[in-house]
Nanobody, 126 residues
Framework: QVQLVESGGGSVQAGGSLRLSCAAS????????MAWFRQAPGKEREEVAH????????LYADSVKGRFTLSQDNAKNTVYLQMNSLKPEDTGMYYC???????????????????RGQGTQVTVSS
């Protein structure tokens, strides 16, 4: 059974940092896409970043470019989202997703993925 488990969320003040983790079990990062999404109450879900875990450079939403960084630790089978210079508008539930259902699906869309986690809450206060 595949599980993606997010952790690392919390409450911080604006300007602070958090590092989110997406740990996989029953699935190995390294040969498909994965992505981070977020959703705030009353707002549409937003893709934050995605990359091909086999080695491509990550791509980031304009709203987080220069502040967020994706990385992976193959030994731990975990992908990280380092979030710096956090803003109140970064508040939301953050989800990771992995394994595109089809290679021609858009990696920026949550429904394109076979697996997703339950999410971790990030709250940034001003």
């Amino acid at each position: 059974q595949v599980q993606l488990v997010e952790s690392g969320g919390g409450s911080v003040q604006a300007g602070g940092s958090l590092r989110l983790s997406c740990a996989a079990s029953g699935y190995t990062f390294g040969s498909d896409y994965m992505a981070w999404f977020r959703q705030a109450p009353g707002k549409e879900r937003e893709e934050v970043a995605h990359f091909y875990t086999g080695g491509d450079m990550p791509l980031y939403a304009d709203s987080v470019k220069g502040r967020f960084t994706l990385s992976q630790d193959n030994a731990k089978n975990t992908v990280y989202l380092q979030m710096n210079s956090l803003k109140p508008e970064d508040t939301g539930m953050y989800y990771c997703a992995a394994d595109l259902l089809r290679s021609d699906y858009d990696p920026r869309v949550l429904a394109s993925y076979l697996y997703r986690g339950q999410g971790t809450q990030v709250t940034v206060s001003s």
